[in-house]
């Protein structure tokens, strides 16, 4: 730590950490499922329909969770409303453990489906926590760090999994329980360590000063939820959002591709993965850090979260060739450079949202736009379970072309509706010079 860092103080920093262990119990808890797919689908015989309705049930609740839990988070303040959105899925995460072969299709989906809304909670609280705790010049790079932390996540389910269930699926019940106890402790060290940074005793006047060095003063007025329904920045985020089909086509059909393509079985996963996501955590970390280098040369906000965008799109695009080589370590690589430039672009998207919005409204902009996503994600879990059953693994080629290619279609739609960035006041009304 230099002496500038000692003199300021860093207890935004602690806070940024719990923003990471949360973020890496809510994609632990997410990805267990798409690490346990094949062999699930063996022991209770699904389709890859079945498989997508399950899929789609999560995505479902996560949309209306995210339409409405944005908006409650901004309401109860981020300690009360991110403690309720990791209640919640802690506790359906652990009811997966509780279906019977049965109803295992209902029973997963019912499961998914709770997890999905209380999920929904944790990116608008933790994009609304690092507007209220970081400038705006170190939010893209610390958003960017707890986002790398959905990469610790899924890194650690495949590890897990094949550690604990065998390959006939003994033991599969267990992985979703240990959520629990992890979500325990993190609700105790956040209800012990979070106030706002203004009346925070450990925070410093000389970081309470570089915490708000660029940033305007708001008043303590709600905002009404609709209020940023008629921007046409919202819709920006929003419309960026839709890539995030791409990530959770990674996340829950990725062990599947790798299973019928080359062979990848419970016990060979990890690996794979650990190479996937491992890139990916790089890709979030130098993403948020890069346009946070552009903008201390003296680049404009828009110009310099743009260009990082735009090299995103550029690294991406090579994960349409996935479903012609192969290599399985070839398609490993690509799989993980497209999921390392989509977290990149991730880390500078979800930072367009404070820089232009005040931050009494990130979190309903920001569930808003996770709506959009997750609605994307169900038209493409639709799409792709029946091209797989109808057209069989054929139907992966389509998948991966549109995963390298739509993010650069995107961001040329996104500048188109928001071309400047102009930030907007505690009213909502553009910041003029």
């Not at 860092?5 to 949360?22: E, P, S, T």
């Not at 409303?81 to 802690?90: A, E, K, M």
């Not at 986002?147 to 899924?154: F, L, V």
């Not at 005793?201 to 609709?226: F, H, M, R």
Request: charged share 15%.
């Amino acid at each position: 730590m230099n002496k500038t860092n000692q003199k300021i103080g860093n207890y935004r920093y602690r806070i940024l950490a719990l923003l990471m262990f949360a973020t890496t119990i809510n994609y632990f808890d997410r990805s267990i499922i798409g690490v346990l797919a094949p062999t699930l689908e063996k022991m209770f015989d699904w389709t890859n329909s079945d498989y997508a309705f399950i899929m789609i049930s999560f995505k479902v609740a996560y949309a209306l969770g995210m339409l409405l839990m944005g908006g409650v988070i901004d309401r109860l303040g981020t300690k009360k409303g991110y403690t309720l959105s990791i209640g919640i899925w802690s506790v359906f995460g652990m009811l997966h453990a509780l279906v019977r072969p049965g109803f295992s299709v209902i029973g997963f989906a019912a499961a998914r489906f709770g997890l999905g809304f209380g999920e929904s909670g944790n990116f608008p609280a933790a994009i609304k926590t690092t507007a209220e705790w970081f400038p705006k010049k170190d939010r893209a790079f610390a958003t960017g760090l707890f986002n790398a932390a959905t990469s610790i996540g899924a890194i650690a389910a495949p590890f897990v999994v094949g550690w604990i269930v065998h390959k006939d699926g003994k033991n599969w019940q267990i992985p979703f329980l240990i959520t629990g106890a992890l979500s325990a402790i993190w609700v105790f060290l956040w209800f012990r360590m979070y106030k706002k940074p203004a009346v925070h005793p450990k925070v410093s006047k000389e970081e309470l000063a570089y915490i708000q060095s660029d940033s305007e003063t708001e008043n303590e007025e709600k905002l009404p939820w609709s209020s940023v329904f008629n921007k046409r920045q919202t819709w920006a985020f929003a419309l960026a959002k839709v890539t995030d089909a791409v990530w959770w086509f990674y996340l829950f059909w990725g062990a599947k591709f790798l299973a019928v393509t080359f062979n990848v079985d419970i016990k060979n996963i990890a690996l794979p993965f650990f190479v996937i996501y491992i890139l990916a955590d790089g890709g979030s970390i130098l993403g948020g850090y890069l346009s946070g280098v552009f903008i201390r040369k003296g680049w404009s906000v828009n110009k310099a979260r743009k260009i990082t965008l735009l090299i995103c799109a550029l690294i991406i695009l090579p994960v349409s060739f996935v479903a012609i080589t192969e290599s399985k370590w070839i398609a490993i690589f690509l799989i993980g450079l497209g999921a390392a430039g989509h977290q990149a672009w991730s880390a500078n998207i979800f930072t367009l949202v404070s820089d232009v919005f005040p931050r009494k409204a990130t979190a309903s902009v920001v569930g808003i736009g996770g709506m959009i996503g997750a609605v994307a994600g169900i038209v493409a879990d639709a799409a792709l379970g029946s091209v797989l059953d109808q057209a069989g693994n054929s139907g992966y080629f389509w998948a991966f072309l549109f995963a390298g290619s739509i993010y650069l279609i995107i961001l040329g739609l996104v500048h188109l509706l928001m071309p400047k960035m102009t930030p907007l006041d505690e009213n909502l009304k553009p910041i003029t010079e």
